[in-house]
């Protein structure tokens, strides 16, 4: 990586995974909606958010569903007229799950309204190392449409878009902080580093 300092995301942790995206409507002739923009807009926003268990989210520009949104903790689908609908509780792994349509929306900034608030609550009320497969079908579909969507609480839903706010300003990319360190020892090896002995090679 040199002197770039790419950010390279999170692949570990009970924390928000990269976003996963399909080309899109930019370069596929049956893409309706733009997922690579929305995937990283989502992606900028909640970045290294900590929560129960890891969150795998990805945005597919159609209904083909080429990024396996259908089967993530977060899936978004792009339809016709604009529209995007929004899939949680799915998982492809050795428990697979067909994700739960939470709601479609209008506009792409709906979608990273309704992600923070579903992911905010999330991490308030799952157990711990409890993925949304598990969490989903706990709670019930039923019950999340109402309390983010249908019969929604403005309080209610002020107070998760203030602490999920809270937690996106927390935020820091340690990888970022080469120049300037934190601490002094942010990027000092733990361990002494003593010179190997030159052994032989036959």
């Known amino acids: 990586m040199g002197g770039s300092r790419h950010a390279v995301g999170l692949r570990y942790g009970k924390s928000?995974?990269?976003?996963?995206t399909c080309v899109g409507s930019d370069f596929c002739r049956y893409g309706v909606g733009d997922s690579t923009a929305l995937g990283i807009a989502i992606e900028e926003r909640y970045q290294g958010l900590a929560s129960p268990a890891k969150m795998k989210l990805a945005v597919t520009g159609c209904p083909r569903n080429c990024?396996?949104?259908?089967?993530?903790?977060?899936?978004?689908?792009a339809v016709d007229g604009g529209r995007w609908e929004v899939y949680v509780g799915g998982a492809a792994g050795a428990h697979i799950r067909k994700?739960?349509?939470?709601?479609?929306?209008?506009?792409?900034?709906?979608v990273i309204t309704l992600t923070g608030r579903f992911l905010q609550y999330y991490r308030e009320s799952a157990n711990w190392l409890e993925r949304t497969?598990?969490?989903?079908?706990?709670?019930?579909?039923e019950h999340l449409r109402a309390v983010l969507i249908d019969d929604a609480d403005d309080a209610f839903l002020a107070g998760l878009d203030a602490r999920m706010q809270k937690s996106v300003d927390a935020y820091w990319d340690p990888w970022r902080d080469g120049a300037e360190p934190r601490t002094p020892g942010q990027f000092r090896s733990?361990?002494?580093?003593?010179?190997?002995?030159?052994v032989p090679v036959r």
């Open 190 to 198: 733990s361990l002494p580093l003593l010179p190997l002995p030159r």
């Open 99 to 110: 994700g739960d349509l939470l709601a479609t929306v209008d506009s792409a900034d709906e």
């Open 67 to 77: 990024a396996e949104a259908l089967c993530k903790d977060l899936g978004v689908v």
């Open 133 to 141: 497969y598990k969490w989903v079908p706990r709670v019930g579909i």
């Open 16 to 20: 928000f995974r990269t976003v996963k």
